[in-house]
């Protein structure tokens, strides 16, 4: 008999008892809302924001609603307007074109490699076309972000890292988020500490920090931010930012600051886990690993491989067959947007030019969710079913395309 995978690949770890008592006492003084203190009493939220500006080595910090606001609230304090165009990845998720469409301007998507990082000659040839680019490090992948700050900085391009996937990753022992003048992190619940929603924006621009947080909504209590420039920047921009609330509020803040000091234990953890999957479906047949690069440490939330080349229908075969082993895979080439996972031609208010590079990836991508729920022995046990499944409709069909 096949052996059967009965785990849940959406279930978190419960947060720890440091995180549960430190929202208990938030919710037992009641000043949830940011700058709702007690004199002489410093927020959960502005503590937040100052220990992980320390953490990833950044001057300024703001916590803000969501991963997505902290994109979208990044756009606007580099000043990209209606009808500005933004360079992005062809490989990311909804959240990122939409954060570029809820400013009203215009993605500009840069093809993706089999490496699943951004394909910096297509972003060279088409880095004059913008000022901006936001750079997505989907599913974790870093690109050589030497070579991508280089091309950039010599087109005048700023860069905003959309870091949902990498906080706790590294480039040649630069934090995620700390080559482009802004790093965006995700602190929802699928994402590498849970908050349930919220986000985090980091700047070394002062202008640009105190821009994002009247954006965020302080009205004229910026002083109370200890992340935060001093209050003549602020004057220089306090009449001409508009306040489009999505703080922070400190119950989230107070559960978030113990998981920050556990991070780097959990990133650890799922490194341990991802190795293993990893190992297990080494030399598949007929499936390609992603080649990770010695400059990058990353955070092996999720895994993907590529079953590049084969009919689609043979991919979905295997999709199926491998969930009816209790293993839940996601695929990038469905034609239709499902649940999480959509692909750039489905974003239609954006215009869509064709990138065949892309598509031929994109059909191939295989994806799915590494929780630290799962134990080493559920991901040895996770890869053997995939590579049993991969293994027996490849070798019945011997050669792939349809
Ligand atoms: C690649 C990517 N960027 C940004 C976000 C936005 O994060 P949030 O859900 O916190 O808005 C997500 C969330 O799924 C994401 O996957």
Redesign the pocket.
Known sequence: MNEKFSGSFTQQEPLSDAAIAAALEVMQHGRLHRYNVVEGELGQAALLEQEFAAQVGAKYCLSVA??????ATSLRAVGVEHGDLVLTNAF?????PG?IASVGAVPVFVDVTENLVIDLDDLASKVGQAKVLML????GHLCDMDRLMQICNDAGVTVIE?C??TMGATWNGVASGRHGEIG?Y???T??HVNSG???LLVTDDEEVAARAIMLSGSYMLFERHLAAPDRTVFDRIKYDTPNISGRMDNLRAAILRPQLRDLDAQVARWNERYRCIEDGLRETPGLQLTERPAAETYVGSSIQFLLLDWASEKVQEVIRRCADRGVELKWFGAPEPAA?TSRYDNWRYAPVHSLPQSDRILAGIVDMRVPLTFSLDDCAQIARIIRAEVGAVFQRDGSLPS
């Open positions: 969501s991963g997505g606001y902290a994109l990311t998720l909804a959240p990122v954060a997505s490090h989907m599913r959309d949902a996937h965006c995700s602190c929802q699928y994402k929603e919220g986000g999480f």
